[in-house]
């Protein structure tokens, strides 16, 4: 109820296009199907009691180990797995070798993860030699493709596979792993709504992610992740403000907003409220914290986005806004419906409206038919804009992507020497644009030592460059100015002020 009262404060108008059978769904749907169900909650308490029996008799306990390949979104739900894996009594080891439960949470985006999964596959035998109780789970994008689900059945290591909505049954399922025989496989329904109870093992204790939706609409040509994580979802507003007010409250100083195009979030919740209204609110929260987010699709990118920003002091002002092209044609082929020229005239008016922006963004070497009349193109965008930093991807065709059978796939030597040109100019730019920062004081979030002496911490400014500094003025996890004296292409350099 809270919910809804919070939206009638914000907009009244809102709530007359809400009819009583509309406010009920809504909270039907919320109360139902967005949390951990009570079955579940069971299960764990019988994982437990299977756990805590073990231990007694051995005098050992249960060790797991976790993995992530991928993005950040993986990260998250491999927090919020081991979250679930410590509430049943599991215990966390950090060397595969003492594990007793592995558990690799994976990635299909590109061939390269999945080729490293496989590889650590392989390498496990040994560990189930000498662990014949050790069981191995395996969950997330990469076995939702129907191809790789088919090659990994064959794995006798492997005791159960998982889909990318095992959260909703994670408790279960472990149970299962633990009483019955034989393998378990559980690759069902990808369209899942993100749940809210979830306890959550954060990894870093004062960074923290928070996925505010889950899935994809936007079949871009080339990508396999509408095909593995469904459609969109996105958690309702007050669930959000209210984990994001508890980890402030918790001491987290820096947090980004997870989802695979943030600048569509409610949009399939239809309740009049969008990412800006997410940002304002969240910049009300007390307390000195940063907001990050990611990822923003250049096609839904609106102005109020960027004039939030600017209103926003607890919102940084860096945007990672990925480009993919800077080839009319290609980004065409791609289906990312822009062109260069309006990706350009969004960097324009974020820049006259955000003082000291700065852009990062990802690209795509050697999509199919790409030739070197599009990469240049690329290279001329890049040069236009000047991103602080770019993730650069050889383009990896994934089976049953439209990209995948697009004729003129690129020559792999074409795509490596296309690759190097690129770095080597954003090299130049980020070092170009890392000098500004000489003579300048930035606030920087500290977040540990670069040498086992602990004689240079390093943390982040709001712009996530890297800054490093002589630690004896420097206080671990906390802001402090630093006065700019050095740059390189990957850090900045300088001495802590008061
Ligand atoms: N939702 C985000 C991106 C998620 S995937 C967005 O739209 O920006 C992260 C990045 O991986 C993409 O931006 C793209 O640059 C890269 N990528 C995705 N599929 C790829 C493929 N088949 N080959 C190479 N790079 C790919
Ligand atoms: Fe993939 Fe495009 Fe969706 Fe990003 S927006 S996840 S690149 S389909």
Redesign the pocket.
Known sequence: MDFLISIMSKNTSIVELFCIEKLEKMIKLRMEDRKLGDGQLEYIEKVRNIIRDFSLKTGISIKYFARTYG?QQNENDTEKLSGLLEAMGFEPTNDINFADLIIFNTCA??EHAERKILGNLGALMKNKRENPALKIVLCGCMFQQPHMAEKIKSYRQVDMILGTHVMGSFPEKIYKLYTEKGKIIDLENIDTLPLENIPTKRENSIKAWVTIMSG?N?F?S????PYVRGREHSRYPDDVISEVKDLVDKGYKDITLLG??VNSYCKDLDIGYDFSDLLSDLNKIDGKFRIRFM???PKDATRKLFDTIANCEKVCKHVHL?V?SGSDRILKLMNRRYTSEQYLALVEYAEKKIDGVTFTS???VGFPTETEEDFEKTLSLVEKVGFNGL?T??????EN?P?AIMDGQVPSDIKSERFNRLLELQNQKSIESNLRYIGKIVEVLTEGYTDEEKTTMTGRTDENIIVKFPAEAGVLNEFVKVKIERAANWAIFGRVVK
Do not use: G, K, M
């Open positions: 993005c985006v590109r994809c936007n871009c080339y990508c396999v992740v695979q195009n990822t923003s699709h990925p993919q990802d690209i795509i993730y991807f050889l383009y990896s065709p994934r992507t990209a």
